[in-house]
């Protein structure tokens, strides 16, 4: 990657410039992506950047802000994939044993004896 500032040879994976410390890269402030300082548009999301400041700094035009976790359903596809079918079994019948088991009047819908008869 050349530099904007100094046109020095900089490698790829840099985010400044080995020479003159100029920024190479900046992330995009709606879906991360690596974007070189004088794009237009995100190569990631595709949303436009405000104008040649902005896209130096990654900041994009109405971006949504970028979520601090995944969505649940992407959580959920990750676990199904981790989980075999044994465990899924396991867990499916400790289920049963905690809806299974007597609760006593006015507790909430799980209490401690719900957890005691998890691991008895």
Do not use: H
């Not at 050349?2 to 410039?17: D, K, L, T, V």
């Not at 900046?26 to 300082?37: K, T």
């Amino acid at each position: 990657m050349i530099c904007p500032g100094c046109s020095a040879a900089n490698r790829e994976e840099r985010r400044f410039c080995k020479s003159c410390g100029a920024r190479l890269k900046a992330g995009c402030s709606r879906c991360g992506f690596e974007n070189e300082v004088d794009s237009a548009y995100c190569g990631g999301c595709g949303v436009k950047f405000a104008g040649p400041a902005n896209a130096a700094a990654g900041q994009a035009v109405n971006a949504a802000p970028r979520p601090q976790s995944q969505p649940p359903e992407t959580v959920r596809a990750s676990a199904e994939n981790r989980i075999s079918e044994q465990d899924m079994a396991e867990l499916l019948e400790s289920r049963k044993k905690v809806s299974a088991a007597p609760r006593k009047e006015g507790a909430g819908p799980f209490g401690q004896d719900d957890i005691d008869a998890l691991f008895s």
